[in-house]
T-cell receptor, first 114, second 110 residues
């Protein structure tokens, strides 16, 4: 079975621009969660998608938005980029009912905002 | 969610046992304790979880205090590949959102 794939692996954007990050979930997983990890910190929960709908959101502003597609892949969109948005963005897929031990993470997209 | 306290960093020599502590004094009676680790340049990966009894799997053992206010992740023989940040995450079983703290960075020396 394939794991979670994220693209691109690295990205450099200018402050004020918009960015789209992509995630393909593990086979059989229909839930996707996005996390932001600043340098030296633990991952912070952004939001989760289940059946193409947002299913919970962390403390992030509305300029962070997402989509989930019928094949369970997902996108994270960030508008009006700020320097503090520079971070590793992690995607994780899971299947409801498997509990928190069922998360599979991708290796992340490293976003640098200059 | 229960708050956790973990040491910022720990060191070990290769092939020695490692005991990684976690304090979760505000844990509720139905909270499971999950451990994830994050190897360099990778996303977090599941290690082990438990409720009350000690647990073993191929990666590690989890020792849970009788009052459940603390737990210890045990790596029986550390290898260089075990160098990672280890996260202790208490949460109710029916939640589906992993909430991370700052974790413990484990260094393993040859």
């Amino acid at each position: 079975e394939t794991g979670v794939t994220q693209s691109p692996t690295h990205l450099i954007k200018t402050r004020g621009q918009q960015v789209t990050l992509r995630c393909s979930s593990q086979s059989g997983h229909n839930t996707v969660s996005w996390y932001q990890q600043a340098l030296g910190q633990g991952p912070q929960f952004i939001f989760q998608y289940y059946r193409e709908e947002e299913n919970g959101r962390g403390n992030f502003p509305p300029r962070f938005s997402g989509l989930q597609f019928p094949n369970y892949s997902s996108e994270l969109n960030v508008n009006a980029l700020e320097l503090d948005d520079s971070a590793l963005y992690l995607c994780a897929s899971s299947f409801p009912g498997t509990g928190l031990y069922g998360y599979t993470f991708g290796s992340g997209t490293r976003l640098t905002v200059v | 969610d229960a708050k956790t306290t973990q040491p910022n960093s720990m060191e070990s020599n290769e092939e020695e046992p490692v005991h990684l502590p976690c304090n979760h004094s505000t844990i509720s009676g139905t909270d499971y304790i999950h451990w994830y680790r994050q190897l360099p340049s990778q996303g977090p990966e599941y290690v082990i979880h438990g409720l009350t009894s000690n647990v073993n799997n191929r990666m590690a053992s989890l020792a849970i205090a009788e009052d459940r206010k603390s737990s210890t992740l045990i790596l029986h023989r550390a290898t260089l590949r075990d160098a990672a940040v280890y996260y202790c995450i208490p949460s109710t079983y029916n939640t589906d959102k992993l909430i991370f703290g700052t974790g413990t960075r484990l260094q393993v020396f040859p």
